[in-house]
T-cell receptor, first 110, second 121 residues
Framework: RKEVEQDPGPFNVPEGATVAFNCTYSNSASQSFFWYRQDCRKEPKLLMSVYSSGNEDGRFTAQLNRASQYISLLIRDSKLSDSATYLCVVPYNQGGKLIFGQGTELSVKP | GAVVSQHPSWVICKSGTSVKIECRSLDFQATTMFWYRQFPKQSLMLMATSNEGSKATYEQGVEKDKFLINHASLTLSTLTVTSAHPEDSSFYIC?????????????????FGPGTRLTVL
């Protein structure tokens, strides 16, 4: 099992749609999780942190299921500007090492 | 905020030359910085962990003699790609770890530099 595995993309959705991405992780000791957004040819930017059962920020909701070792990201009322690659990130240890998923590309069309 | 800069943002060089990339934390001190590499259509792969004042820790498969890392101060880490070859062409990104305030659960929050795009001809 890969350390961090995401839904393969790309996801092509119309504006206003709701889209969900899933991510599974192998290290059951992981305590915190992150979703990053990466635009083409740019650095990743932190979208949300998750360290309890979930987190919500406007149109974005992240949920954590520790028993099944998966994290999800839900985007409601998607906008054209949401088009990007979404990276699921899991800390490897307390030393700061991060393991990145392969990313899920989202394309929101008019 | 927490800002991390990288220099240069892009570089084109001839095969066999060495290229130095700088990573700076502009408004905070970072005892630990990380260097990643990203090939097209792939995710970020950690190359090494750079600790101020000590030797870097390299990930499996990353040649420490080819990718020299120096972390001489709390705000600067450098990555030197020695004798670069076309297969080293990639997007190199650094990140700096900002230690949280006491009690904060954000143990591993990192801030990424804008990346350096290296093309070796």
């Amino acid at each position: 099992r890969k350390e961090v595995e995401q839904d393969p993309g790309p996801f092509n959705v119309p504006e206003g749609a709701t889209v969900a991405f899933n991510c599974t992780y192998s290290n059951s000791a992981s305590q915190s999780f992150f979703w990053y957004r990466q635009d083409c040819r740019k650095e990743p930017k932190l979208l949300m942190s998750v360290y309890s059962s979930g987190n919500e920020d406007g149109r974005f909701t992240a949920q954590l299921n520790r028993a099944s070792q998966y994290i999800s990201l839900l985007i409601r009322d998607s906008k054209l500007s949401d088009s990007a690659t979404y990276l699921c990130v899991v800390p490897y240890n307390q030393g700061g090492k991060l393991i990145f998923g392969q990313g899920t590309e989202l394309s929101v069309k008019p | 905020g927490a800002v991390v800069s990288q220099h240069p943002s892009w570089v084109i060089c001839k095969s066999g030359t060495s290229v130095k990339i700088e990573c700076r934390s502009l408004d905070f001190q970072a005892t630990t910085m990380f260097w990643y590499r990203q090939f097209p259509k792939q995710s970020l792969m950690l190359m090494a962990t750079s600790n101020e004042g000590s030797k870097a820790t390299y990930e499996q498969g990353v040649e420490k003699d080819k990718f020299l890392i120096n972390h001489a101060s709390l705000t600067l880490s450098t990555l030197t790609v020695t004798s670069a070859h076309p297969e080293d062409s990639s997007f190199y990104i650094c990140s700096a770890q900002k230690l949280p305030a006491s009690g904060s659960p954000l143990n591993n929050e990192q801030f990424f530099g804008p990346g350096t795009r290296l093309t070796v001809l």
